[in-house]
């Protein structure tokens, strides 16, 4: 079974533009999380798609926004970038999101210049 | 509140065992994960606790004590790939979320 994949894998951005990340689950997974990570804050959880619905929610601002396709797929969208924003932004996919375990995709790092 | 603790860092020599504790504090327990992450990359699945006692799984075994709030995780015979951060995680059922510890940063030096 191929794992979880992200695209792209690095983004160089500046200040103000915005930015779509892609995210493919495994095959049969229909829960997708999203987090953010940088070093020495953790893991920072963005928000969890289930069934194309959001079902819980990070302590974000909006610029932070989302969505899940019928197909599971999942896409984060980042609005008016921040140079804060610059982490790695890592999904990972689960059954059903009700405590299974989580497994992570390779990550997509962005760089805020 | 929800919280869970680890160590920050920690330090063992080749061949060794080490330990790596956490605690935690959430408003429901439904189980508590270990991830390892080397630099630079995801987080891998190491074990899964949702009862108490010990789950062992080759070199690597992982305790829970859910009276106490505490787990570990034992890593034997170490090898410098074991160099990594080893993340910590509850699920809560109650808001149905993944409460994430700030990681172990472990250094296995020869």
């Known amino acids: 079974k191929a794992g979880v994949t992200q695209t792209p894998r690095y983004l160089i951005k500046t200040r103000g533009q915005q930015v779509t990340l892609s995210c493919s689950p495994i095959s049969g997974h229909r829960s997708v999380s999203w987090y953010q990570q940088t070093p020495g804050q953790g893991l920072q959880f963005l928000f969890e798609y289930f069934s194309e619905t959001q079902r819980n929610k990070g302590n974000f601002p909006g610029r932070f926004s989302g969505r899940q396709f019928s197909n599971s797929r999942s896409e984060m969208n980042v609005s008016t970038l921040e140079l804060g924003d610059s982490a790695l932004y890592l999904c990972a996919s689960s059954l059903d999101g009700t405590g299974n375990t989580q497994y992570f995709g390779p990550g997509t790092r962005l760089t805020v210049l | 509140g929800q919280n869970i603790d680890q160590p920050t860092e920690m330090t063992a020599t080749e061949g060794a065992i080490v330990q790596i504790n956490c605690t935690y504090q959430t408003s429901g327990f439904n189980g508590l994960f270990w991830y390892q992450q080397h630099a630079g990359e995801a987080p891998t699945f190491l074990s899964y606790?949702?009862l108490d006692g010990l789950e062992e799984k080759g070199r690597f075994s992982s305790f829970l004590s859910r009276s106490k709030g505490y787990s570990y995780l034992l890593l034997k015979e170490l090898q410098m790939k074991d160099s990594a951060s080893y993340l910590c995680?509850?699920?809560?059922?109650?808001?149905?979320?993944?409460?994430w510890g700030l990681g172990t940063s472990l250094a296995v030096n020869p």
């Open positions: 995680a509850v699920y809560d059922g109650n808001n149905r979320k993944l409460i």
């Open positions: 606790n949702v």
